[in-house]
T-cell receptor, first 113, second 111 residues
Framework: QQQVKQSPQSLIVQKGGISIINCAYE??????FPWYQQFPGKGPALLIA?????SEKKEGRFTISFNKSAKQFSLHIMDSQPGDSATYFC????????????FGTGTRLQVTL | NAGVTQTPKFQVLKTGQSMTLQCAQD?????MSWYRQDPGMGLRLIHY???????DQGEVPNGYNVSRSTTEDFPLRLLSAAPSQTSVYFC??????????FGPGTRLTVL
């Protein structure tokens, strides 16, 4: 049962460009939509998250866009930097079930000079 | 405040051996979880706990046991290691909020 589909699997972006990662879900009970960032050899860490009462949330260079009717949400990284090179995971969940996340398969982002 | 700690960082086992992966958190979080990470498959939930004395199975529980005798600790036991259990294991904790905090991981190789 694949509840969460993430794309693309990998992404190469030039420094200063825009990185876009997409996540599609099936479970309409999901009401919290986070993105996690993972650097090599480290555990994932929360990057940014959105609740369905808004369609967009921006934190610095990172923006989440949320489309409830399409059951999709996206991560946009503006002015991508080499330090953004990491693997990104979406992990939508139902509030109160934080102990059991369902992760997307991940997107490996490489930002080149 | 160390957050979530895991030991060991690396481990090599032979098929059939048993071992325990340790996980501890000092944030007084109720919820703790174990995930395994394999290439191309993201992180998959093995077992989780919503409080001391309470555990439940996740997506891929076979071959693993857990217990939660204290709020701080959540060890993961491999009873008889198999090559299919070669993976990177992450422990995570969370409060009643929805953010999980992950440990640094244990890289396990089963020969």
């Amino acid at each position: 049962q694949q509840q969460v589909k993430q794309s693309p699997q990998s992404l190469i972006v030039q420094k200063g460009g825009i990185s876009i990662i997409n996540c599609a879900y099936e479970n309409t009970a999901f009401d919290y939509f986070p993105w996690y960032q993972q650097f090599p050899g480290k555990g994932p860490a929360l990057l940014i998250a959105i609740r369905p009462d808004v369609s967009e949330k921006k934190e610095g260079r990172f923006t989440i866009s949320f489309n409830k009717s399409a059951k999709q949400f996206s991560l946009h990284i503006m002015d991508s930097q080499p330090g953004d090179s990491a693997t990104y995971f979406c992990a939508p969940l139902t509030t109160g079930t934080a102990s059991k996340l369902t992760f997307g398969t991940g997107t490996r982002l490489q930002v080149t000079l | 405040n160390a957050g979530v700690t895991q030991t060991p960082k690396f481990q090599v086992l032979k098929t059939g051996q048993s071992m325990t992966l340790q996980c501890a958190q000092d944030m007084n979080h109720e919820y703790m979880s174990w995930y395994r990470q394999d290439p191309g498959m993201g992180l998959r939930l093995i077992h989780y706990s919503v409080g001391a004395g309470i555990t439940d199975q996740g997506e891929v529980p076979n071959g693993y046991n857990v217990s939660r005798s204290t709020t701080e600790d959540f060890p993961l036991r491999l009873l008889s290691a198999a090559p299919s259990q070669t993976s990177v294991y992450f422990c995570a904790s969370s409060s009643s909020a929805d953010t999980q905090y992950f440990g640094p991981g244990t890289r396990l190789t089963v020969l």
